[in-house]
């Protein structure tokens, strides 16, 4: 079994999910950081050069082959949830978390560097929001707020998790 840690850009799925994985004795993957080593590239130039079909592609072969694995934290990327076959492979072995930050906080020290569907013209971070907030809904076996400090929200989490009996 998988935790898989979903959420808006911004929201700490990958801190939240190399934390967790230290609690609770799992390994960590960021499936950003797993497609950047794999095509030798970063996101900005896997979009830059195939565009965001090629990097949804590439998001899609990732979650299929980390859904094999087993007793992995998973942290996705925000746009993780726009593609059903990518939850339906993490979904199957794996337990979905929806780590809900609001909007406004979402906006706060926000590096778009990295995130080429941030840098586009007008509120980009609103329209992703109101796009994908449905999604993490619907796949999400938690949900945690994002209103504590790292060690609570794994504190916590953890604790809801062997509650469940997903962890022991």
Same mark, same amino acid.
């Given at each position: 079994?998988?935790?898989?840690?979903?959420?808006?850009?911004?929201?700490?799925?990958?801190?939240?999910?190399?934390?967790?994985?230290?609690?609770?004795?799992?390994? $960590?993957?960021?499936?950003?950081?797993?497609?950047?080593?794999?095509?030798?590239?970063?996101?900005? #130039?896997?979009? !830059?050069?195939?565009?965001?079909?090629?990097?949804? *592609?590439?998001?899609?072969?990732?979650?299929?082959?980390?859904? !094999?694995?087993?007793?992995?934290?998973?942290?996705?990327?925000?746009?993780?949830?726009? *593609?059903?076959?990518?939850?339906?492979?993490?979904?199957?072995?794996?337990?979905?978390?929806?780590?809900? %930050?609001?909007?406004?906080?979402?906006?706060?020290?926000?590096?778009?560097?990295?995130?080429?569907?941030? !840098? $586009? #013209?007008?509120?980009?971070?609103?329209?992703?929001?109101?796009? *994908?907030?449905?999604?993490?809904?619907?796949?999400?076996?938690?949900?945690?707020?994002?209103?504590?400090?790292?060690?609570?929200?794994?504190?916590?989490?953890? *604790? %809801?998790?062997?509650?469940?009996?997903?962890?022991?």
């Amino acid at each position: 079994m998988n935790i898989v840690i979903i959420g808006m850009p911004n929201s700490g799925k990958t801190t939240i999910a190399y934390e967790l994985a230290r609690k609770i004795g799992y390994k $960590a993957i960021d499936i950003d950081r797993l497609i950047e080593k794999e095509a030798g590239m970063s996101i900005n #130039e896997i979009f !830059r050069k195939f565009g965001e079909e090629d990097f949804r *592609r590439r998001e899609t072969l990732a979650c299929e082959r980390v859904a !094999r694995l087993d007793k992995r934290v998973i942290a996705t990327g925000g746009g993780t949830v726009m *593609r059903e076959e990518n939850m339906n492979f993490l979904k199957n072995r794996g337990y979905v978390i929806y780590l809900k %930050r609001p909007l406004e906080f979402l906006k706060t020290n926000l590096d778009t560097s990295r995130r080429p569907l941030l !840098r $586009a #013209e007008g509120d980009p971070m609103t329209k992703l929001y109101n796009q *994908r907030a449905p999604l993490f809904e619907k796949y999400c076996d938690m949900t945690m707020k994002t209103d504590k400090s790292v060690f609570l929200m794994c504190k916590e989490i953890k *604790r %809801r998790l062997k509650v469940q009996g997903v962890i022991k």
